[in-house]
């Protein structure tokens, strides 16, 4: 009885390898079908590496193209803007806060790479300043908008070649990095600065205090060219763009721009 039920237990051993034989290609099959995950993964992140890449050298190559467009493009670029970034707005509001060609400078004559070492060149060909400045504390002949306060702070030195005496005479460093409202409020009214460099909010906040006046200033120069990490321009980050054209429609830039007698003029660089 042992020896029948040992006989129904046993397995034939041809059939045991034939069976191993025929499941052991399923492991290669899974093997493979995970690597062409991994390569059609690795490819898509190139494409879209690639496609970045593109848009990126495309929106440079746009703001160039704008920053040395003549002045009726460049007003109608600024619209444009102003409408996506307050589209609440009506037209006639609009109008009141935007600028118009007349008030943006010709500077598409400018032949050098719009770049931080050619800023000086720009401001002594288009905005010279002149023999005799203002001893007015507070009151810039040019004044500049940077994206950040790193690039505001690169800026002001290397416009520092153009003070005609840099021991009486400054270039105002007007952001909020290591810097309080309070102190610039103070600086600005104990210095001349015939230059100034500074960001979109703490421009207007020392407008707002009467710290920093336009009386003298005849341009307001854009930093557009540049571009932050992320690639965008001063125009292209949301919070920077919605506080620089909230200060194109400031009372004082208003008032600059529409004086009788040499009126300020907005440029983009």
Same mark, same amino acid.
Not at 7 to 25: K, M, W, Y
Not at 104 to 113: L, P, S, V
């Given at each position: 009885?042992?020896?029948?039920?040992?006989?129904?237990?046993?397995?034939?051993?041809?059939?045991?390898?034939?069976?191993?034989?025929? !499941?052991?290609?399923? +492991? @290669?099959? /899974?093997?493979? &079908?995970? =690597?062409?995950?991994?390569?059609?993964? *690795?490819?898509?992140?190139?494409?879209?590496?690639?496609?970045?890449?593109?848009?990126?050298?495309?929106?440079?190559?746009?703001?160039?193209?704008?920053?040395?467009?003549?002045?009726?493009?460049?007003?109608?670029?600024?619209?444009?803007?102003?409408?996506?970034?307050?589209?609440?707005?009506?037209?006639?509001?609009? !109008?009141?806060?935007? +600028? @118009?060609? /007349?008030?943006? &400078?010709? =500077?598409?004559?400018?032949?050098?790479? *719009?770049?931080?070492?050619?800023?000086?060149?720009?401001?002594?060909?288009?905005?010279?300043?002149?023999?005799?400045?203002?001893?007015?504390?507070?009151?810039?002949?040019?004044?500049?908008?940077?994206?950040?306060?790193?690039?505001?702070?690169?800026?002001?030195?290397?416009?520092?070649?153009?003070?005609?005496?840099?021991?009486?005479?400054? +270039?105002?460093?007007?952001?909020?990095?290591?810097?309080?409202?309070?102190?610039?409020?103070?600086?600005?009214?104990?210095?001349?600065?015939?230059?100034?460099?500074?960001?979109?909010?703490?421009?207007?906040?020392?407008?707002?205090?009467?710290?920093?006046?336009?009386?003298?200033?005849?341009?307001?120069?854009?930093?557009?060219?540049?571009?932050?990490?992320?690639?965008?321009?001063?125009?292209?980050?949301?919070?920077?763009?919605?506080?620089?054209?909230?200060?194109?429609?400031?009372?004082?830039?208003?008032?600059?721009?529409?004086?009788?007698?040499?009126?300020?003029?907005?440029?983009?660089?």
């Amino acid at each position: 009885m042992g020896d029948d039920l040992d006989d129904g237990l046993l397995l034939d051993e041809h059939l045991i390898a034939q069976s191993d034989d025929e !499941q052991a290609p399923a +492991v @290669p099959d /899974a093997v493979d &079908a995970t =690597t062409q995950k991994k390569r059609k993964r *690795r490819e898509h992140a190139k494409t879209q590496r690639r496609k970045k890449a593109a848009v990126r050298q495309e929106q440079s190559e746009a703001a160039l193209t704008v920053a040395q467009q003549p002045s009726d493009i460049q007003a109608d670029f600024l619209r444009t803007t102003q409408r996506k970034a307050f589209p609440k707005l009506s037209d006639l509001e609009l !109008q009141e806060t935007g +600028v @118009p060609a /007349a008030c943006m &400078a010709e =500077t598409y004559t400018f032949e050098r790479e *719009r770049t931080l070492e050619h800023m000086p060149a720009f401001v002594r060909q288009f905005f010279p300043l002149p023999d005799t400045l203002s001893s007015e504390c507070g009151a810039p002949h040019v004044l500049v908008v940077a994206g950040n306060a790193q690039r505001a702070a690169d800026i002001a030195r290397v416009l520092r070649v153009l003070l005609p005496n840099p021991k009486t005479t400054h +270039v105002g460093k007007l952001f909020a990095r290591h810097f309080k409202v309070e102190e610039q409020d103070a600086w600005l009214c104990a210095h001349v600065a015939p230059l100034c460099v500074g960001t979109p909010h703490r421009l207007q906040s020392l407008m707002e205090r009467g710290s920093l006046r336009l009386e003298h200033t005849q341009a307001l120069v854009i930093d557009y060219t540049w571009r932050d990490a992320k690639q965008r321009t001063v125009l292209e980050t949301p919070e920077t763009c919605t506080a620089l054209l909230t200060l194109l429609g400031q009372r004082a830039v208003r008032d600059a721009l529409q004086r009788p007698r040499r009126p300020c003029r907005v440029a983009l660089y």
